[in-house]
């Protein structure tokens, strides 16, 4: 999946986490959302094995 970065128009491969050419963040709000919703479950899960 591709995404464009906010800053220089440059099209990104969608897992990126900072532009390579402007070195600005390519992730918005929604992905570190969705990062946030996976993460932390599947700690709280590690954390009961552990």
Do not use: E
Request: charge should be positive; proline fraction near 4%; charged fraction near 10%.
């Amino acid at each position: 999946m591709i995404s464009s970065c906010d800053q220089c128009g440059r099209i990104l491969q969608l897992w990126r986490i900072s532009c390579p050419y402007c070195k600005k963040s390519a992730m918005n709000w929604l992905q570190v959302l969705g990062i946030v919703v996976l993460a932390v479950p599947a700690l709280f899960v590690l954390s009961k094995f552990l």
